[in-house]
């Protein structure tokens, strides 16, 4: 499992309106509190963590496929 880490402002704006992307939370759980809670799950189970910030789309990639091929696991 790669697990593409990425700040809480810039998923918060990708993912853009909840309702419209279907996000499922707890009642009364914010989407920070979703998110942290999933951080902490996404960096306990990954094979490679991959910190997305600064990156482009083509340098995240990049960086997958280096860490796939030299066979990375956190």
Known sequence: MV???LSYPAVRRRVGNLLNRGVTMK????????YDERCI?????ADIVIDE????IRQTAEEILSAVGR????
């Open 53 to 56: 910030t600064g990156l482009s």
């Open 71 to 74: 066979g990375d696991l956190v």
């Open 3 to 5: 697990y593409l880490k």
């Open 41 to 45: 799950l996404y960096g306990k189970y």
């Open 27 to 34: 009642k009364g759980q914010t989407f920070r509190q979703l």
